[in-house]
T-cell receptor
Framework: DVKVTQSSRYLVKRTGEKVFLECVQDMDHENMFWYRQDPGLGLRLIYFSYDVKMKEKGDIPEGYSVSREKKERFSLILESASTNQTSMYLC???????????FGPGTRLTVT | GQQLNQSPQSMFIQEGEDVSMNCTSSSIFNTWLWYKQDPGEGPVLLIALYKAGELTSNGRLTAQFGITRKDSFLNISASIPSDVGIYFCAGRASGTYKYIFGTGTRLKVLA
């Protein structure tokens, strides 16, 4: 079974803090993705990576950065958290061949 | 960013009834995926479709890739209480890694 894990299920941070969200997949997938999910807006792509050290901006990259130093790990970084970044963050991975995306359980981030 | 039009937005049904939902797009897609999401959890992949006209089943679930390549359908037969959740479609065009997601259909099953 494909396993995508995220470092925290729930996280509470203060405005201005630097926040790291970690995602690890154990299936040797080439592609990894970070989304945020908000009521009424669905899933929106923040960043994705198709190889180690490679990254591309998604639809809403502002305020976020990412890091992929190893194939199995993709980190999302909020350099200075703001209240409008309160959301559910979902990581996904996919092999380059089948293109099926598998999601982690999500991290619900609250910025106060 | 672009989003798919998914309908209905929500539905209440009686246990044992069949359910249908669909997604439409203004763009042509090469892949359609259907997911289910339980509260507080990540989406779980149900069915993947790769070819126009393709009909694929997973237990009581059946999904179809529309012939126009701009739509997809999901049917659930003989619904049970654990079918409750949000169902999402996602479509991907050729030459891109990016999926476009529908806004979800919230399903509630009345026992």
């Amino acid at each position: 079974d494909v396993k995508v894990t995220q470092s925290s299920r729930y996280l509470v941070k203060r405005t201005g803090e630097k926040v790291f969200l970690e995602c690890v997949q154990d299936m040797d997938h080439e592609n990894m993705f970070w989304y945020r999910q908000d009521p009424g807006l669905g899933l929106r792509l923040i960043y994705f990576s198709y190889d180690v050290k490679m990254k591309e901006k998604g639809d809403i990259p502002e305020g976020y950065s990412v890091s992929r130093e190893k194939k199995e790990r993709f980190s999302l970084i909020l350099e200075s958290a703001s209240t409008n970044q309160t959301s559910m963050y979902l990581c996904a991975s996919s092999p380059s061949g089948t293109n099926e995306q598998y999601f982690g359980p999500g991290t619900r981030l609250t910025v106060t | 960013g672009q989003q798919l039009n998914q309908s209905p937005q929500s539905m209440f049904i009686q246990e044992g009834e069949d359910v249908s939902m669909n997604c439409t797009s203004s763009s042509i897609f090469n892949t359609w995926l259907w997911y289910k999401q339980d509260p507080g959890e990540g989406p779980v992949l149900l069915i993947a479709l790769y070819k126009a006209g393709e009909l694929t089943s997973n237990g009581r679930l059946t999904a179809q890739f529309g012939i126009t390549r701009k739509d997809s359908f999901l049917n659930i037969s003989a619904s049970i209480p654990s079918d409750v959740g949000i169902y999402f479609c996602a479509g991907r065009a050729s030459g891109t890694y990016k999926y476009i997601f529908g806004t979800g259909t919230r399903l509630k099953v009345l026992a």
